[in-house]
Structure formats: structure tokens, C-alpha cells
């Protein structure tokens, strides 16, 4: 899969050996990135220059370079939200918040609304809302929410061997989170868990994961979302 390693954990015995030489290849990558940035034309394709920066975005947050990264997504994430390139504007604010920055949460928020809001590639849906359980403490329901609805967007938006593939690592999420916020370890006790936090109706708990990415962005809306719902077909 292209964001999610479902083999997460294994370590190679390798790894540590090879770290700096995939240092050097990453600072070889961003250069040249950036150079492939600063010879584009000014009549370049706005997608050409923000698969680009984010790009180099990511490179920067290998690099510890946070800030960097942060500022060089944010352009990208405009330029998409201006254009109405709503995946590409999900893989900047995914950078923005592994950038580490003052306002990635906020990024994080937006870039959940705009996963859930439009029909992107499911993986990349997921993994947006396991950042959302990951930053959540272990006793919130908004990481519960999370899960479920990356578990209504894997069976809403997948077939075949990517249902499979991301349906196991949904179930498993929402397993380890009934497990942390409620000690829950039996078949009973998960589906009383789930009865109990309404977790099985979508009508019940997305307008919920709204209120937890309205805990997130706070005031610090980079688009305009009732303009963007205004857009959308049978609203």
C-alpha cells in the first residue's frame, strides 16, 4: 500500500546500519526536488508545482526540518484548496502535521474534512484518521469515532484485495482502541462498546467526528467549508 505499512513494527536487523545512507539519499532526493521546482516555467501546470513542494515537504520532514516543511506545504495546500485538487490538499496537510508545527492539528483537522468530505483514495482517508487516534488521549471518544469512520470509508470506497488489505487494519485499529479505552477484550464486550458510544450508526457518529475536527482547526480555517458544501451535488 502506497501510506499504510501494514507490517508496521518489523524491524529489519538491517535498519540501523542503512540509516545514514538513507540520509544521504534524502538530502539527495531534496535537491533534487528542488531544483526540479526552480526550473519549472511560470505557465507550469499548478499540479506539477504542488506535487513538487509536497514532495519536498516530505523530504524536509525526514530531515527533522519541520518548519521548513511546513511552510513549503501550506503554499501547496492553498494552491490545491484554489484549484480544487482535494487529494492533493489531503497529502500537504498530512505533511503539515508530521512537520510538527504550532498549527499541524489544525492542518490534521482540515485534512480529515476534506478525506471524508470527498471520495480520495481510501488509504490515504485512513490514514489521516489514525492520526486522529494517535493524538487522541486513551480514554476520548474522538479516537473511538476516528476509527469507525475509517472503517465506514474502507467498506463505503474499496473492493476486493484493498477491502481486505484495509478492512484488517481497520478492525485491528478499532480493536486496540476499544482495548485502551475500555479495557475491552471479549466479542461481548466490543459489541456493548460499540452499542454503548453509538458507533454503529454513521447518522450518530459522523456529525461526531465533525465536533472532533472542530476541536482541532479551533478558529484556524484555511477554506471556506460552506462554500466547498455548497458545491457538492444533493446537498
Known sequence: MKYIDLNAGIIDADSADDAEISLEKIRGQLSAALEELKALPEGAHPLQRIELQTKIAGTLVDLQRGEEAFTIAREA????????????????????????????????????????????????????????????????????????TAKYVVDMRTEGKQHDDLSFYVNNLIAAVARRHSDVESQEQFDYWLEKLELNDPAKFLPRLRNVVDVLVQEDWWLDRDAIWAKLPDQ
Open 77 to 148: 495546500f492553498d494552491a490545491c484548496i484554489a484549484n480544487e485538487y482535494w487529494e492533493d490538499a489531503v497529502k500537504a496537510s498530512n505533511a503539515m502535521f508530521l512537520a510538527d508545527q504550532p498549527e499541524s492539528l489544525a492542518a490534521l483537522g482540515q485534512g480529515v474534512w476534506l478525506s471524508v468530505t470527498f471520495p480520495i483514495d481510501p488509504e490515504l482517508t485512513v490514514l489521516m484518521l489514525n492520526h486522529i487516534v494517535d493524538e487522541t488521549p486513551d480514554d476520548s471518544d474522538g479516537a473511538a469515532v476516528a476509527a469507525v
